[in-house]
């Protein structure tokens, strides 16, 4: 056997059985925090706790969450990038947070390739139009008539400037050539909370989140934005099927740590994900608030990363998005 061969032998072996994890048997000897720059009851929140609760459980230590608001997700990732690279400072972040606001703002305090490293991808979110139960608007077409025939009149709720919300709702105006306002809160819930008040004619939400808002009969979910129908609502139309051929929007959540994080403690995090989203409970939580469970490997959702920080430069120089 060449030196060569016994090499690569012994690194897969190294990775394999875990002998790189010198590091991780040690870790984590203490609580670790995960920063979610988003508000609390948002759907990633929700995923968020739902997938730390038993990862907690699984490694036999604490993982609290803050949910650090402010500027649309930059303010908590800028404490996330500035955190010691030790494994007990992480991010919970959505795409609009890595590949959205890094497109709107020529200035950011941080890097999203230079000063986080991926560990994994944990779910991807589901969203639906949602609009007051009091609301005269029925359906996707009520609402593209009404703001065709008062230009700018009909507005929007986001959970901030550059979030999933304002960019899906900017892509759906550009689609149905359709002048709207958009009306930013201090994040995700409260924006729902909004719309679901009437203080907004409308808003793209997570279905995680809307999903209370129906139950208690304030809000009405008038279009679900996936392709196909969801089996949990199938009375509700998509918007594709309700006159804008083609529409679809959901996001997705990852976990990130500070540039620098040791590469087997990414590995044990990673890991325990994995473990945290094979759980049969937390499938069926997760499926049954639209959030769909993924994990992927940190290599694969750096990729992602990549790759949707480009589609969405394309999608929003497209639709003519700016941040307000």
């Avoid at 008040?197 to 139950?215: C, M």
């Amino acid at each position: 056997m060449t030196k060569a061969k016994i090499i690569f032998i012994s690194l897969f072996l190294f990775h394999a059985l875990g002998w790189g994890q010198a590091i991780s048997d040690k870790y984590p000897s203490k609580p670790i925090k995960l920063i979610v720059p988003l508000a609390a009851g948002s759907s990633v929140d929700t995923a968020a706790r739902i997938v730390m609760q038993k990862m907690s459980q699984n490694i036999g230590q604490s993982i609290f969450i803050e949910n650090k608001l402010g500027a649309a997700g930059i303010i908590g990732a800028e404490q996330v990038a500035k955190s010691p690279a030790d494994g007990y400072t992480l991010g919970g972040f959505n795409d609009s947070i890595i590949t959205m606001i890094p497109n709107l703002y020529a200035k950011m305090p941080w890097d999203i390739l230079k000063d986080f490293e991926s560990i994994s991808q944990v779910a991807t979110i589901e969203w639906g139009l949602m609009v007051a139960s009091s609301s005269t608007y029925r359906n996707v077409n009520d609402l593209i008539e009404a703001a065709k025939k008062s230009p700018g009149k009909i507005n929007y709720s986001s959970g901030g400037n550059g979030g999933p919300q304002h960019i899906g709702m900017a892509m759906f105006a550009h689609q149905a050539g359709v002048t709207m306002t958009h009306v930013p809160y201090k994040g995700a819930t409260q924006a729902a909370v909004g719309a679901a008040a009437g203080e907004v004619d409308a808003t793209f939400q997570g279905i995680s989140t809307i999903v209370p808002l129906t139950q208690s009969n304030k809000a009405r979910l008038i279009a679900v934005c996936t392709p196909q129908r969801m089996s949990q609502f199938p009375d509700v139309p998509t918007v594709s099927e309700s006159g804008l051929p083609g529409f679809k929007l959901n996001s997705w959540f990852g976990l990130m740590a500070p540039a620098g994080t040791p590469k087997d403690i990414i590995f044990f995090l990673n890991r325990e994900v994995s473990k945290a989203l094979a759980d049969p409970g937390v499938k069926e939580r997760l499926i049954t608030l639209g959030l769909i469970p993924v994990g992927s490997s940190a290599d694969e959702m750096s990729a992602l990363v990549r790759s949707q920080l480009e589609h969405y430069r394309k999608v929003i120089i497209q639709a003519g998005i700016k941040a307000e």
